[in-house]
């Protein structure tokens, strides 16, 4: 199943270890509704696993002329802070996966299309920040998932060869950029089912990060 000998692992961040895509989707319609609109689930499904001014530009062009992205990402924002106060809840088997992973002594990068000081908050609010060697953000890259780039700097970081690494992903935007980073790809789908071309490039198609660590506990 893994074609290369394991030498470190790669993890999404939003929906993958931290279970924080819904409460974007809910800060999202509720910004809108505090300005009258309303935003569809298919429309906040479109935008998960993508950077955050590619999603800007989505939902400007959404409503069209005469919408303020400005007033609506202060209006998000507020909400967003209300709800991430109450703490970031985990992904289930984080805690186990990241533990055995550790324990073979695997260094461990986390690549994230959010920008560094976000990544930096939320990952230490959820107790995870200093399980990782590495992050890799959207601000340290030129192209966003789902090119390769964050993959491929999260590894450089790391100084593993990326074809040597495990990649873990809940959306099919990053599945993408795994892949074609060169990395043994698995997704965890979070809100969105993978496509079949997604299936196509995955090691795996797991259901939950429990059935990851079981899977590897046979290959590791």
């Known amino acids: 199943m893994l074609r290369k000998p394991v030498e470190a692992a790669l993890f999404d961040m939003d929906g993958l270890l931290l279970d924080t895509e819904v409460l974007y989707i809910e800060a999202m319609q509720q910004a809108a509704r505090s300005l009258g609109r309303e935003m569809a689930l298919d429309f906040c499904h479109s935008m998960v ?91 340290d890259v030129e192209r966003p998932k789902p090119h390769p780039d964050i993959y491929l700097e999260a590894a450089r970081r790391l100084g593993v060869a990326p074809e040597r690494c495990l990649a873990f992903e809940d959306s099919n935007i990053g599945l993408e950029a795994a892949h074609a980073a060169g990395a043994m790809a698995f997704m965890v789908p979070d809100l969105l089912q993978p496509l079949p071309e997604t299936r196509a490039r995955c090691v795996d198609v797991l259901p939950d990060l429990h059935a990851a660590l079981k899977l590897l506990r046979q290959h590791l």
């Open 49 to 139: 696993g993508v950077p955050e001014q590619e999603c800007s530009l989505m939902i400007e062009a959404y409503y069209g002329e005469g919408f303020s992205i400005e007033e609506f990402r202060g209006r998000f924002y507020g909400v967003l802070r209300g709800l991430l106060d109450a703490g970031i809840p985990l992904k289930p088997g984080v805690v186990e996966l990241l533990d055995f992973l550790a324990d073979r002594g695997l260094p461990l990068a986390v690549a994230t299309s959010s920008e560094r000081r976000t990544a930096e908050r939320h990952l230490a609010k959820a107790g995870l920040l200093d399980r990782f060697t590495a992050l890799a953000t959207r601000g």
